[in-house]
């Protein structure tokens, strides 16, 4: 069993190209798991919640072991879009336009890198920002 905020390598090895390939992002160790930022702003968390402490998440563990999640920004216009259809998509407690993506084998790449950069394109300065080439 792993730890409460663990990411298992090949999440992070899928992630890391897709947020590195932003404009002046960084990656740093969060409270909880791992984080990719643009100058102080998070565009992207990635963690292994502890259910006992946050049993919203229990009902996404599989075999006892809890999800992988990613939280993201989204434009606030297209935060219900994102996440009105449910799984694996959900709708975080936490600011006006976060959501959070269950991650898995269920996970679609390529439509994960369009929220990053569209996240990042939210946290962004502008001037950065014209740099991004959408997907």
């Known amino acids: 069993m792993s730890s409460p905020g663990d990411v298992p390598p090949e999440i992070l090895d899928r992630l890391r190209p897709i947020c590195r390939g932003l404009p002046e992002t960084y990656e740093e160790p969060a409270w909880i798991g791992v984080r990719w930022r643009i100058r102080a702003r998070t565009f992207a968390h990635v963690y292994e919640p502890d259910i006992e402490r946050f049993p919203v998440y ?74 991004v080439a959408l997907p």
């Open 58 to 131: 229990a009902e996404h563990a599989t075999d006892g072991e809890p999800p992988i999640v990613m939280t993201f920004r989204v434009p606030i216009e297209d935060l219900h879009g994102v996440v009105a259809g449910g799984f694996p998509f959900f709708r975080a407690p936490w600011g006006p336009n976060v959501a959070g993506v269950i991650l898995g084998s269920h996970t679609d790449w390529t439509e994960l890198a369009e929220l990053i950069t569209d996240s990042y394109c939210e946290m962004a300065p502008k001037f950065l920002v014209v740099r």
